[in-house]
């Protein structure tokens, strides 16, 4: 039987929304303790997602853990606080669930996801002329001008390579991230911005820093005029089909939280990892004979599907390279070798994640409250998870006692870029 919903416990405010135990109640709440923007969905009809004819026995297949020990795909989510887990493959739902009654039609807090979203609007602005990827932030940001921003690139925040000093520290109350949450609310965003120092030159090795898709951010309203909730309507949420409105956090001044402010249905994420696993394309659901609408540009996503020596370079000088071996980073999407070909991730702290498989034609969906902003095993946990889960698919029909899926090694087994080989549930005690 599903739970009830989880209370508001006294003491949840903006200051301790993400902290357990006021996180289970607040990531679906996100737009009660902060002002917010609708991102409309539009007014064209809803993009259908058929249901498959057999659920997933997410009860019966195994997953090796990065410790060599095994558990149940259900065991996994139980484990790792889901809130949501929604899997498609080629646009079909193959299975969907959620921790309490009514969470489905709940607008669920992605974080970093965000940022991905971001990019997307910045591919259609470049593509349409209205941005140049080679040119500084000052010249669509002059308030920028004096800040270690300044003669830093778009493709260096794209792909988070500019030389700015901003540390990414979320246990360390004193570092850049948590000072840029505090003056939200007091000097809001476009002013903390501002006062970010260069130490190192632009283009150099990737460090991953909220602040450079807070700054893509800004330049993308400079350049058009336009509020980002209105570009992310407009160019993305509005034209993949979303079944409802989503929503993105603003600061004290209005300004959006580019970074991690956005909130939306489960199953509206999964239709935006489909559009990105279709290449940047959706049916046209008012003429179906006609050819796939274009959200973001082919060449996009071709890009950054693609690798050279400089960007897997630029990542392995990471700490990132740890966390997610043989990867990279490009146009604000992660990207990570295993064991059915590479996959592209967009990735919230806190256990969000959206992950796409163009060799198993899958899209998983898994939302949480993790106690901790990160963390390796639980992260390890939930890639080698949703790898399983495309295995499977990807066999059709294979009965579980025969399936090629068990074993298989996950991100930490692949060192090299491209090493390829509606039910509810309780929420497990704690």
Known sequence: ??????????????????????????????????????????????????????????????????????????????????????????????????????????????????????????????????????????????????????????????????????????????????????????????????????????????????SETDVLGWVCEAATGTPMATLMSDIVWGRIGAEADAYISCDVKGSAIHDGGFAARARDLARFGQMLLDGGTVPDLGAPEEDPQVVVPARWLRDAWGVDSDIRSAFIESPSELTYRGGWYRNQMWFRPGPYGDVLLCIGIHGQLIHVSRRTRTVCVKLSHWPDPVDLDRSQDTLRLCDTVGGILAARGHHPSTRPGRGLPGVAAGTRRGSSTMQHRSPAPT
């Open 1 to 210: 039987m599903p739970s009830a919903p989880p209370d508001r416990l006294p003491g949840t405010s903006g200051d301790t929304w993400l902290d357990a135990p006021h996180s289970a109640w607040a990531v679906w709440h996100l737009d009660e303790l902060a002002p917010t923007q609708t991102v409309g969905r539009g007014t064209g009809p809803v993009r259908p997602l058929p249901r498959a004819s057999r659920e997933l026995p997410v009860g019966d297949f195994l997953v090796t853990r990065g410790d060599g020990s095994e558990a149940t795909v259900r065991d996994l989510l139980d484990a790792t606080e889901t809130d949501a887990f929604v899997v498609l493959q080629d646009g079909t739902l193959v299975h969907e669930e959620y921790a309490h009654e009514g969470a489905e039609t709940g607008r669920h807090a992605v974080l970093s996801i965000t940022k991905t979203i971001v990019g997307c609007v910045v591919a259609s602005l470049a593509e349409r002329g209205d941005l140049d990827l080679s040119a500084p932030v000052s010249a669509y940001v002059p308030e920028l001008g004096r800040s270690g921003y300044r003669d830093a690139t778009l493709r260096n925040l794209l792909d988070m390579r500019s030389g700015v000093r901003f540390v990414e520290a979320y246990s360390d109350p004193s570092s850049d991230v948590n000072e840029l949450d505090r003056r939200l609310v007091d000097i809001g965003l476009h002013a903390y911005l501002r006062t970010l120092p260069q130490e190192r030159p632009h283009g150099s090795s990737f460090r991953y820093r909220s």
